[in-house]
């Protein structure tokens, strides 16, 4: 027999090889091995005949033995036969074919069932650099065996051998079934699968396990591994942010029942019920308080966060006295007062104010005067925060912007105006002064309402400086011109103000918008365009719900039609997803947005109005005008319709 012979004459698998690892032969074992007949082997790599995952552990064996002339031993995986992997101690030893006097390799299979431990040697190793854990599963015995992996997972199984039913007792009962699922031989490997699992400290983990069936050696036993991930910490923050993002829907829909409440509310009485009732629980304080001011002296009335013998002391101030509450009614500015200590600094003579000498230094109060630009002092209203809790400057800003809006309310109800007059004036006041020097972009509005029925509406534009530095801008237009379209529209606008502050681009604002209206089946829907834009680059990103295109116009009288992509009107589909778009908007160009009273009437479609439209900004740029000027010519537009519905324009003019 030649000396080749005697060393594939074995049953484990063997072959030999050419030191740049091409088979020159093998036995039938390593062919049954390899998934291929013996004629197919020969001649071929032998590292191209090994699964993917394990191709480069099989050429950089054959490859040591054959520069350093040295023994070489690894753990390679076959694919094996009924869909078990073989995992086998794999031997590369130089050789010389006594007939050919030519070197070679021979790769063979040992016996390792006197230490099958050290086949799993990888496995442990892998796992560990994975952050996960294993451990094998003996049918025969019953038990699991834990073989390592990370760390923080040794408190899964404490001890190294455990039997099978203490594993299972551990299991959440729920979960049972499909844990012992996962024991029984999967035909390769188990999808990932989530159990409940009660450790030995009594703390409930969150684990993902698959399992592998894996044959211990060519002719050795057969075992069921498992690679365990701990996800504990992972759903412990996924239901955080989940409670959060609930929380801050909540929250949005408060403050726009808040603020529609305040619209619709007739009566001081009404009034005082909607601020006492909300205002402390939509801004997480620890109470509130409403003074009006009647003859010169507060009116207070409190909610049971403030007790009745501090209201006692404020109750019949002389609106002239040096202290915040009537300091902030009289001279129309807020306060924030941060502490005890901040108190006493800006108020050394104020000691009948009653909670900030008496309290901690964590205590913090917020006042905003109740206020209508040109009128006598109306009233204002106390918010105190308990136990560290510090509102930011958004947060205050809007209660600021609901302070303002019961303001109005409170002086049509005081003038015993009708409920029509009372939603116009309102109306305005949610139509937002516009900010002021811009680097790089000129802003201006025009607004109009309805030439039938009543002079409210729902159409609405804002503009806003995001924290990032880019403008925000919105147009909008709700169903309707009357009372309640007004109210929406306020709703509306307060909760995309409220939402952008977590969520900055235009597309995700509108979904979320979009969801909070359904899931407050209003009676009505709204249209809307969000833009925001960069000053400095120019760069545009916007999105649309069911509004009117955006016009472009340019200094050589030219203009473009512009459509945004996105979604249907809001309000009225549950579950969509708005789609944006970026582009660049260019020197010395202007973007006009418009609501389809300005381009759309009786005799006029809605393509010709905004060719109109657009040509009348066109001819607005080419003549030199700036923003303001541009946007009285867009509304000329609205005359050539004959218009009967709100119109409302936004003009942004990007300077050179």
Known sequence: MAASDELLHKADPSALLTLDGVISSLNAAMATALGRSAQQCRGRDFGDLWPASQRMSAESLVAHAARTKTVAM??????????????????????K?????????????????????????????????????LWMYSPQGQQLEWLGGAPALAALLPDPTTPLSSVISAVHPDDREAFQQLLRPPPTQSP????????????????????????????????????VRDDTKQEKHRVKAQAALTAERQRAKDIAEFSSALITAATEQELQQVVLTRLAATFGASGALLALVDDGRLRVSTDAGIGMWEVDVLHGMPLDH????????????????????????????????????????????SIMPLIEPGNQPL???????????????????????????????????????????????????????LPEHLAGLEV??????????????????????????????????????????????????????????????PGTLLTRTNELLVTMDPPRFASCTMLHIDPLSGQVTGASAGHVPLLCARTDGSHSIHELPGGPVLGVVPGMDYAEETFTLDEDSVLVMVTDGVVEGPGVTLEAGLERAGTLAGAALHDGLDAEATADRV??????????????VLVIRRGG
């Open 74 to 95: 690894r753990v390679l995986e076959f694919p094996g036969r009924g869909g078990a992997s073989v995992a086998c101690l794999i031997e590369a030893r130089p050789v």
């Open 97 to 133: 074919d006594p007939a050919g006097d030519e070197q070679l390799v021979w790769v063979h299979a040992l016996d390792a069932r006197n230490d099958l431990a050290s086949l799993l040697i990888p496995f442990r190793m892998a796992t560990a650099a994975a952050d996960l854990g």
């Open 192 to 227: 990932w699968v989530r159990l409940r699992y009660l450790t030995q400290h009594e703390d409930w983990h969150r684990l993902t396990v698959q399992t592998r069936r894996i044959q211990l050696g060519y002719a050795g036993p057969e075992r069921i591994f498992g690679m």
């Open 322 to 365: 040096p202290s915040p509450l009537p300091e902030a009614i009289r001279t129309g500015k807020s306060y924030f007062i941060r502490d005890r200590e901040d108190y006493i600094r800006r108020w050394p003579h104020g000691a009948e104010f009653p909670h900030l000498g008496r309290l901690g230094s964590d205590y913090a109060v």
């Open 379 to 433: 009233g204002g209203w106390l918010v105190t925060y308990g136990s560290g809790y510090r509102p930011s400057l958004d947060e205050r800003t809007l209660v600021g912007t609901l302070a303002d809006l019961a303001g109005q309310a409170l002086r049509r109800i005081r003038l015993q105006q009708a409920r029509v007059e009372l939603a116009t004036a309102l109306q305005q006041t949610m139509l937002p002064r």
């Open 444 to 505: 201006a509005a025009r607004y109009q309402p309805s030439r039938d029925g009543l002079d409210i509406g729902g159409d609405w534009y804002d503009a806003f400086v995001m924290p990032d530095g880019t403008v925000a801008l919105e147009i909008g237009d709700v169903q309707g011109h009357d009372v309640d379209a007004a109210a929406f529209m306020g709703q509306v606008r307060l909760s995309m103000r409220a939402i952008a502050d977590q969520d900055r681009d």
């Open 635 to 648: 509304l000329e537009a609205a005359v050539a319709v004959d218009h009967t519905d709100d119109v409302a």
